[in-house]
């Protein structure tokens, strides 16, 4: 702390030297490392900024999933709800009826919060809270989002998660934001297929050196060798419209959290995106 209040930073390295063995001295070397300090945390700023607009940006290219699952359970409520009228309006009112539908009511009025809170969720920005977490529970919360989204480009969407996953400590919506962008890439790899199953695949496995591992297969075209070692490059996009931030951002996620992400092509078809992220650690539990 400086007179003036503000914050210096000092990188200092010494060792310890014994030119005579009664006398210890210690060389070093004291750098002023304040700039470099301010210049990583505004990128840190600026990446999580980032990070929020793509995240945005998502769920605007979602918003009819979104709409269409928080709109179910809302007929439902409105069904039962007149059902319950009906019900009441009978000459001999059934007690049993009615509760059934108010239970029924009550399930689908969770379901929509539930729905409403996940998106809140995506739409928080802030900086990252780490957390002990299971990635499967990650993955499903994910997954919901995006149901009305697979029906409509009719693809078949299945889950193989692996009960042995270990313990992460992580942030829960920044692994959400790289599931979805991995989802959304592969459904959209899948829109101009005609001569076979659309088909997705989400896999997660623990893999030899304990790390947990997701793996997004799609059954599209696959990755063109020219493109592979841009794919996770800022601004790079194979898609029209594209602003060539998502998987950028999925790279900087995962390697925030200690973790990598790579992408290479089915043995058989299409393209698989995979990131793998390590065990709690002791002092982080």
């Given at each position: 702390m400086m007179p003036g209040g503000t914050i210096k930073h000092l990188h200092v390295v010494a060792h310890a030297v014994r030119d005579d063995p009664a006398i210890r001295r210690f060389v070093g070397a004291i750098m002023?490392?304040?700039?470099?300090?301010?210049?990583?945390?505004?990128?840190?700023?600026?990446?999580?900024?980032?990070?929020?607009?793509t995240r945005l940006t998502a769920l605007g290219e979602l918003s009819a999933s979104i709409a269409h699952e928080v709109t179910q359970p809302l007929a439902a409520i409105v069904?039962?709800?007149?059902?319950?009228?009906?019900?009441?309006?009978?000459?001999?009112p059934s007690p049993e009826e009615v509760q059934a539908c108010v239970e029924r009511m009550i399930v689908d009025g969770k379901r929509a919060a539930e729905i409403v809170r996940r998106v809140r969720q995506l739409t928080r920005k802030g900086v990252s809270q780490k957390m002990q977490l299971d990635l499967n529970d990650v993955i499903n919360d994910a997954v919901s989002l995006v149901q009305h989204e697979v029906v409509s480009h009719r693809v078949s969407l299945r889950l193989k998660l692996s009960p042995e996953l270990p313990p992460l400590f992580a942030d829960r919506i920044e692994l959400q934001q790289v599931i979805l962008n991995l989802v959304i890439n592969g459904i959209q790899a899948m829109d101009t297929l005609s001569d076979r199953p659309r088909e997705l695949l989400i896999e997660t496995l623990r893999d030899e050196q304990g790390y947990a591992v997701v793996a997004v297969h799609d059954t599209g075209n696959g990755i063109k060798p020219e493109t592979a070692n841009q794919l996770f490059e800022p601004f790079f996009t194979t898609k029209p419209n594209g602003m060539g931030m998502g998987l950028s951002i999925c790279r900087s996620i995962i390697e925030a959290h200690g973790g990598r992400v790579w992408a290479s092509n089915h043995v058989r078809q299409g393209a698989v995106f995979h990131f793998s992220l390590p065990p709690t650690k002791v002092n982080e539990s």
């Open positions: 002023d490392v304040t700039a470099a300090r301010l210049a990583e945390r505004q990128l840190r700023e600026v990446q999580a900024e980032l990070a929020h607009v069904t039962n709800g007149e059902a319950c009228l009906r019900w009441l309006g009978h000459p001999i």
